[in-house]
């Protein structure tokens, strides 16, 4: 079992502790040194006052802060949580991805969505009607533009001749490609052209909102998990190596003081039987020494017990 941090930018306003280049440094060099697998950010370059107001969060341009991580750091991956993919000309992504998967030595994962907020798409001049073919039609741009040379592209949304964008990823044949959401189009995707599934937990309400399926027990992800295996069997694919990430419900939160490891490690051993191999975890964002503090205190109270 391997172990996830999305930076924990968890409010509006954001705690300015966290946002600089020092600390996200800092936060990547300590997540390492405790055995954590990777680090990403979120991905909203243009959310509205009202979602903000309604318990968003700042954020920092993933690809931007990820580099600061990369730069700290030697073993850590690199995984955004998520990057909302219709947003942006996957000619741009590719090339940002290719660049940080070179300079950080392999270890970028593109983590994408479909993405949820029309009023971000409406900013951004993206129809969000059509972000659900414009997903697909991007991933096959990046997958090509990443493995091809004098690559052509003749597409409902994106078009272009004769491209050719060096340098390449080290990653061969490409970096990992998870599919973030909860539905079966979600996982459609992953055993179409994915090494990874990133659900995410939603009660009904929060679902609804989400635009996605509900998945708010262990039963409900283990349903998710056969499913994917058996759309993998139908593409004729081995499943085999296949990530999928997500939150541990037991326990409760680290940093708090009714967290209760040994409930906690109880939970990774259900989500390991079930087939997660990426447990995201939630770490305290009000305080940079409080988080730096529980950091160090999960890796010794968790993660070395976990043999993560």
Do not use: C
């Not at 994408?112 to 659900?132: I, P, Q, S």
């Not at 010794?300 to 993560?308: D, L, S, V």
Request: charged fraction near 20%; proline fraction near 7%.
């Amino acid at each position: 079992m391997r172990f996830a941090v999305t930076y924990p930018i968890v409010a509006h306003p954001a705690n300015p502790e966290l946002l600089t280049g020092a600390s996200v440094g800092a936060v990547a060099e300590a997540l390492e040194a405790a055995g954590f697998g990777s680090l990403g950010f979120t991905d909203h370059p243009a959310p509205t006052q009202r979602w903000l107001d309604a318990g968003g969060h700042d954020s920092l341009d993933p690809f931007s802060a990820m580099g600061f991580a990369a730069a700290r750091t030697s073993t850590l991956r690199l995984i955004p949580n998520i990057v909302v993919l219709p947003y942006y000309s996957p000619f741009t992504v590719a090339k940002a991805g290719a660049t940080l998967d070179r300079l950080s030595g392999g270890r970028f994962v593109l983590s994408v969505g479909v993405g949820y907020l029309k009023r971000e798409f409406a900013a951004l001049g993206v129809d969000f009607d059509t972000r659900a073919q414009r997903f697909d039609e991007a991933l096959a741009v990046i997958r090509a533009i990443w493995t091809g040379d004098d690559v052509t592209v003749t597409g409902e949304h994106f078009n272009a001749s004769g491209i050719t964008a060096h340098p390449r990823p080290v990653s061969a044949p490409h970096p990992p490609i998870w599919i973030g959401g909860n539905t079966g189009s979600a996982r459609r995707r992953v055993a179409e052209y994915g090494e990874g599934w990133a659900p995410f937990p939603a009660p009904p309400g929060l679902a609804k909102t989400a635009g996605t399926a509900a998945l708010d027990s262990l039963d409900a992800l283990r349903a998710g998990i056969a499913d994917l295996r058996r759309r993998f069997d139908i593409a004729g694919r081995d499943f085999t190596g296949t990530d999928v990430s997500f939150t541990n419900f037991a326990g409760g939160r680290p940093g708090e003081p009714d967290f209760d490891a040994d409930a906690y490690l109880a939970g990774v051993d259900e989500l390991a039987a079930a087939g997660v191999t990426w447990i995201q975890v939630s770490l305290p964002g009000d305080n940079l020494g409080r988080l730096l503090d529980t950091i160090g205190e999960f890796g010794e109270r968790i993660i070395t017990r976990a043999g993560g």
